[in-house]
């Protein structure tokens, strides 16, 4: 640990080994933050890597499991000037290459989502499109291939046309014709972008039917099969879940070998944790991500992107409310990033600092648990958060 002095002006100096080590500019901003009497120094930095769009919450089905039984959070589209200071936006972050445009909405029905895309690609950055795949029509998907999208990512949660019907209340065989399609398209112009990824949202009443997607992701040539735990956002999906305090083991199944362009690959499978543990990481934060809801609101996560109810993982009635510090309407998105609560909730998050409530004795009647507040005072709470014990996965 270098040895720092003030000098009579108050100042410090960063030695020099230190600034290059972590990449910082000398004329870098901080903000000073103390947390349980450390003294601690953010560097103002756009260094977000990652942005999550959510172009709409609008959707063409109803699925059983999603948020939307939940919430009263305006069903609508981005509008195009919001997306638009969105792009203007995006130049400001050096390391930002990627771009994940879902969230709780189909992003196919926008009227607009492939002139969005095509604004994205001519920036040069990686477009992942997470999507229920029933709107994956021929031409859509030729321009998800001229535009090269790399990944698209279809949801499918039942293996049997009746569970596949039961969960979301369509059709499975759409959903594979379009993947195929999909697929020989691909192959006809020698192309492989976009891969395909699986999501698959394990429940008790589809898991008999998991071990048969690696065969599935194999044969429709997923590049990656990401299967995650259920968000309980009813009673009855709480009862449908498959984790909770007990140690358990994952779900055995494992990639395969898959085709999507000249040679042969290892898909890969992403599995969840099965219970409820001590450690705690934040894929959002620690990713340096950055969720944009539909009306241009700046998040730090899926997980505080709307209002609604969830169950914990021992059964707590939970309301969650909305979190955003800032909206790309009203200012940059690198302002709004290094803003000092932005900064100082994202440091709060790394580190962890809330407490246990999920062992706490007073986990059933604690008032501020149920409103997704925590005594330690730093609020709202991340406590609880599923995302962050890796039960609840997403692309
Ligand atoms: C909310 S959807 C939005 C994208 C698109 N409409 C779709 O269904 O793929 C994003 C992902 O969340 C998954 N999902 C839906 N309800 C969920 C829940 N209760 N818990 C965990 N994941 C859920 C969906 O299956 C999908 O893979
Ligand atoms: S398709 Fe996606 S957004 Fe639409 S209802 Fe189903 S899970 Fe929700
Ligand atoms: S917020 Fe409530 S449930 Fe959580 S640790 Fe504090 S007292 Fe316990
Ligand atoms: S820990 Fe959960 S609630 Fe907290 S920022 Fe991460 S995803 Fe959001």
Not at 45 to 72: G, M
Not at 86 to 115: C, K, M, Q, W
Not at 236 to 248: C, R, S, T, V, W
Request: glycine share 6%; net charge negative.
């Amino acid at each position: 640990m270098p040895k720092l002095s003030l000098n009579n002006l108050g100042q410090f100096k960063l030695p020099e080994d230190f600034l290059q080590r972590r990449n910082l500019d000398p004329s870098a901003d901080y903000w000073l933050d103390e947390r349980d009497g450390d003294l601690i120094f953010h560097p103002c930095r756009p260094d977000a890597k990652k942005i999550y769009i959510e172009v709409t919450t609008v959707c063409n089905l109803n699925c059983q499991t999603c948020i939307r039984h939940s919430w009263a959070d305006p069903i609508a589209h981005m509008k195009e000037e919001t997306f638009n200071k969105i792009l203007d936006s995006i130049r400001a972050f050096p390391a930002l290459d990627r771009v994940v445009l879902t969230s709780f909405g189909e992003p196919l029905t926008h009227p607009r989502i492939l002139n969005m895309i095509e604004k994205l690609r001519e920036l040069k950055l990686s477009v992942t499109i997470g999507t229920n795949g029933l709107l994956l029509n021929e031409k859509i998907s030729r321009e998800l291939i001229r535009l090269g999208v790399n990944q698209v990512v279809v949801s499918i949660d039942g293996l049997k046309p009746e569970t596949y019907a039961g969960i979301r209340g369509a059709q499975l065989n759409e959903v594979l014709e379009n993947i195929e399609r999909l697929n020989t398209l691909k192959r006809q112009l020698g192309v492989v972008n976009p891969t395909l990824g699986i999501e698959f949202v394990a429940m008790k009443s589809n898991q008999e039917e998991l071990p048969g997607l690696s065969e599935l992701s194999t044969r429709l040539g997923a590049v990656r099969t990401v299967v995650t735990n259920l968000l309980p956002y009813t009673r009855e999906m709480n009862a449908d879940k498959l984790y909770g305090y007990e140690p358990a083991s994952p779900f055995k199944i494992s990639g395969g070998p898959v085709k999507p362009g000249a040679w042969v690959k290892w898909g890969v499978t992403e599995l969840p944790r099965m219970h409820y543990g001590a450690e705690q990481h934040c894929r959002f934060v620690n990713d340096y991500a950055i969720v944009v809801g539909w009306d241009g609101g700046v998040s730090p996560c899926y997980a505080l992107s709307h209002s609604y109810q969830y169950f914990t993982v021992d059964g707590v009635e939970k309301q969650v409310s909305r979190l955003t510090f800032g909206n790309v309407n009203q200012a940059s998105l690198a302002d709004i990033w290094m803003s000092e609560e932005f900064v100082h909730y994202r440091s709060e998050v790394r580190a962890f600092h809330f407490p246990s409530c999920a062992d706490c004795d007073l986990r059933d009647t604690c008032d501020l648990r149920a409103k997704n507040e925590a005594c330690w005072g730093y609020n709202p709470s991340c406590a609880d958060c599923l995302w962050a014990q890796d039960i609840v996965r997403c692309p």
